[in-house]
């Protein structure tokens, strides 16, 4: 089965309406809710105040290939753009973009093979993949080849009927499920024998749910069938009256279960087989040629991959935001190296890949100045400065307790990576963090204070899933505080965050603790 894509100028009959409305909203003749309708399904959403738009750049398995590197680094400095953001699932969020320049640069993308349609709104959203498939030591097999064709599938159904919600699909290669494949809407996890596990029915945010696994060993030709099925299931079954509950979470509990979903989605799995549709695939693996010779330097931003000689640089900037003109400078640097690109991680960060040890080089030089720990490395949301949804301000409370262990000195391995959400939406993943922040106000003495709902101990790796669990809430002038009590209390144990938790349950709680309210 090969997908048909709709060409550019197919693509740019549908931008006439978000055009439009664009043109309303900000003459003020269209309110605010009325235009986020619209243009969430075209990847773009006013900024909290309404004075400018953020535009969402399409980017399946978090690919920013050469050329579309280039068409990002030449939006920049073209329209002089000031805040750019890698997303947690892996796209780019170009943002303080005007009336105009939103328009332009949608309808420019769709040059360079970046749709922004289906980018936000009521559609399948961007297909995540682990950003080092195909590449990394440890995968069980390249899933890559596999994830494009389904996220060219689900962009041939963005004119298809309305779906209830988002709808959001990941793939995973190895047990690490940085993707979160078990717990998404429908998530394809890779095997050691090279078929896929499947599960459905998942997702962070309101009400979180890990996924219901409805298939076991499943050839990964078949899978389009399989999104078919969840496809077909989600219009059928999910909830058309009421928002809150329209998540595909929701549907096993309406059903009556989980074993009463899983009989569904094999009727449904029965139905799409014999609908005499061809879903049966042939993807086009990527298949690295080059070979190097020269050893890359010993850092701990460059990781070997699988093919010999070759290594991935990792650059990780702070929150998420890189500076701008990071886009340029790599693009200047990998432009004549071959099959180097660029894959975007799910913790807002960035990984140069198939470099010898050469280019490495190179590249780590052009990538300093990102975080130097993993607690530096942390996840956060764009934050509520920016988004409309948002509640808490995730990048500034980030920066905040980045400077506080700076200053403090503590080694990498004290603090862990913790995940900051401005709202419950969960855009941050706080909810599998070891530590997670989300964003909320209370009330002392009669003022609304900005505050943080702590979580401890979640987890993303398969088979160890956990929601982190609910401690309580610590205002947001004493989050500081808190992160240099728990790093002089690991420190002063001589051990490092993970084995310090593991010999002491209860001793992280018991630091927080003096700091809720």
């Given at each position: 089965m090969e997908p048909k894509n709709l060409e550019p100028e197919q693509w740019k009959q549908d931008y006439r309406e978000f055009i439009e409305a664009?043109?309303?909203?900000?003459?003020?003749?269209?309110?605010?809710?009325?235009?986020?309708?619209?243009?969430?399904?075209?990847?773009?959403?006013?900024?909290?105040?309404?004075?400018?738009?953020?535009?969402?750049?399409?980017?399946?398995?978090?690919?920013?290939?050469?050329?579309?590197?280039?068409?990002?680094?030449?939006?920049?400095?073209?329209?002089?753009?000031?805040?750019?953001?890698?997303?947690?699932?892996q796209t780019v969020q170009l943002h303080n973009l005007n009336e105009k320049t939103v328009c332009r640069i949608a309808l420019e993308a769709l040059e360079h093979g970046i749709i922004t349609r289906g980018g936000g709104g009521d559609f399948p959203r961007n297909v995540m993949v682990s950003p080092l498939s195909g590449v990394e030591k440890e995968e069980y097999f390249d899933v890559m080849p596999y994830s494009l064709a389904v996220s060219d599938y689900l962009l041939s159904r963005i004119h298809g009927p309305m779906l209830p919600r988002k709808l959001k699909v990941a793939f995973s290669n190895s047990a690490e499920n940085l993707t979160h494949a078990t717990f998404r809407d429908l998530g394809f996890a890779a095997r050691p024998d090279g078929l896929f596990d499947v599960y459905s029915a998942g997702g962070l945010g309101i009400n979180p749910s890990f996924g219901i696994k409805v298939a076991d060993g499943v050839e990964p030709e078949q899978i389009l069938y399989y999104v078919k099925a969840m496809y077909d299931l989600y219009l059928e079954y999910?909830?058309?009256?009421?928002?809150?509950?329209?998540?595909?979470?929701?549907?096993?509990?309406?059903?009556?279960?989980?074993?009463?979903?899983?009989?569904?989605?094999?009727?449904?799995?029965?139905?799409?087989?014999?609908?005499?549709?061809?879903?049966?695939?042939?993807?086009?693996?990527?298949?690295?040629?080059?070979?190097?010779?020269?050893?890359?330097?010993?850092?701990?931003?460059?990781?070997?991959?699988?093919?010999?000689?070759?290594?991935?640089?990792?650059?990780?900037?702070?929150?998420?935001?890189?500076?701008?003109?990071?886009?340029?400078?790599?693009?200047?640097?990998?432009?004549?190296?071959?099959?180097?690109?660029?894959?975007?991680?799910?913790?807002?960060?960035?990984?140069?890949?198939?470099?010898?040890?050469?280019?490495?080089?190179?590249?780590?030089?052009?990538?300093?100045?990102?975080?130097?720990?993993?607690?530096?490395?942390?996840?956060?949301?764009?934050?509520?400065?920016?988004?409309?949804?948002?509640?808490?301000?995730?990048?500034?409370?980030?920066?905040?307790?980045?400077?506080?262990?700076?200053?403090?000195?503590?080694a990498d391995g004290i603090l862990p990576q913790i995940h900051i959400s401005g709202c419950p939406s969960s855009c941050g993943t706080h909810q599998i963090g070891e530590l997670g922040f989300q964003g909320c106000i209370i009330r002392i003495e009669k003022?609304?204070?900005?505050?943080?709902?702590?979580?401890?101990?979640?987890?993303?790796?398969?088979?160890?899933e956990r929601m982190g669990e609910k401690l309580g809430v610590i205002p947001d002038e004493k989050a500081p505080d808190f992160i240099l009590a728990l790093g002089k209390a690991v420190e002063a144990s001589g051990k490092g965050f993970i084995r310090w938790q593991r010999d002491n349950p209860g001793a992280l709680k018991a630091v927080a603790e003096k700091f809720l309210v």
């Open positions: 664009t043109r309303r909203f900000y003459n003020k003749t269209l309110d605010t809710k009325t235009y986020k309708g619209i243009s969430g399904g075209f990847g773009s959403y006013a900024q909290r105040g309404g004075n400018a738009s953020m535009l969402r750049l399409r980017l399946p398995g978090g690919r920013l290939e050469k050329d579309k590197l280039a068409f990002v680094a030449g939006c920049i400095e073209t329209y002089g753009i000031d805040l750019v953001h890698f997303t947690t699932c999910g909830n058309y009256e009421n928002r809150a509950k329209a998540r595909s979470r929701f549907i096993p509990e309406a059903l009556g279960g989980e074993e009463r979903y899983r009989e569904v989605f094999r009727e449904m799995l029965e139905s799409a087989l014999t609908c005499g549709e061809n879903l049966r695939m042939n993807p086009r693996c990527v298949l690295v040629s080059k070979e190097g010779r020269i050893p890359a330097p010993d850092h701990p931003r460059v990781i070997e991959q699988k093919q010999k000689g070759l290594y991935s640089v990792l650059y990780h900037p702070v929150g998420g935001s890189p500076n701008p003109s990071f886009f340029r400078e790599i693009y200047n640097v990998i432009r004549d190296m071959e099959q180097v690109e660029l894959r975007l991680t799910p913790g807002g960060a960035v990984y140069i890949i198939n470099c010898d040890g050469r280019e490495a080089a190179g590249v780590l030089k052009v990538t300093e100045g990102g975080a130097e720990t993993a607690f530096e490395a942390s996840a956060a949301c764009i934050g509520a400065s920016v988004c409309q949804q948002g509640i808490g301000d995730s990048q500034a409370l980030l920066k905040k307790l980045v400077q506080a262990s700076r200053e403090a000195q503590f003022a609304a204070v900005p505050a943080w709902q702590l979580s401890i101990n979640g987890c993303e790796r398969q088979g160890s």
